[in-house]
C-alpha cells in the first residue's frame, strides 16, 4: 500500500470531533490494535474546515495516546498520510499520523479587544 503525504497547511481548521479512542482490531474479541513495537493504536476523529463551510471528517490513527486531545478543541497533525486501499467492492482512503497534539493557545494574560 502506497502512503501519500498529506500538506496539512492547506487543510485549514483541524478540531477534534472525537475524542481519541483505542482502534479495535477484532470486534468479536474487543482485541485492540497494535503496531509491531506492542504499542497501542489510537484513532482521533478530525473535523477539517477549508474555505467557506465545508466541513469534512477523517478519522487518524495515531499510535500511543494523543494527550491533551480533547473534543472540539483545534489540534494540530504531524506526518500525516493517506493511503487508498480496496477490499472486495469496497474501497477507500485512510490516514495515519505520526502524532496530532493540541494547538496551545497564545500564552500571557489576555486582554481583549
Not at 477484532?26 to 506492542?38: A, N, P, S, T, W
Not at 498520510?81 to 482512503?93: Q, V, Y
Request: hydrophobic share 35%.
Amino acid at each position: 500500500m502506497q502512503s501519500i503525504p498529506v500538506d496539512t497547511s492547506r487543510l485549514g481548521v483541524l478540531r477534534c470531533a472525537v475524542a481519541p479512542e483505542p482502534k479495535i482490531a477484532d470486534f468479536e474479541k474487543q482485541e485492540v490494535k497494535k503496531d509491531r513495537e506492542g504499542n497501542t493504536i489510537y484513532t482521533v476523529g478530525v473535523m477539517v474546515r477549508q474555505e467557506g463551510r465545508r466541513v469534512s471528517v477523517i478519522e487518524v490513527a495515531v499510535t500511543g495516546e494523543p494527550r491533551g486531545v480533547t473534543e472540539g478543541a483545534e489540534v494540530r497533525i504531524t506526518g500525516l498520510e493517506a493511503f487508498a486501499w480496496s477490499m472486495g467492492d469496497r474501497h477507500g482512503i485512510s490516514f495515519r499520523a505520526a502524532a496530532v497534539t493540541p494547538v496551545t493557545p497564545p500564552s500571557g494574560k489576555g486582554g481583549g479587544v
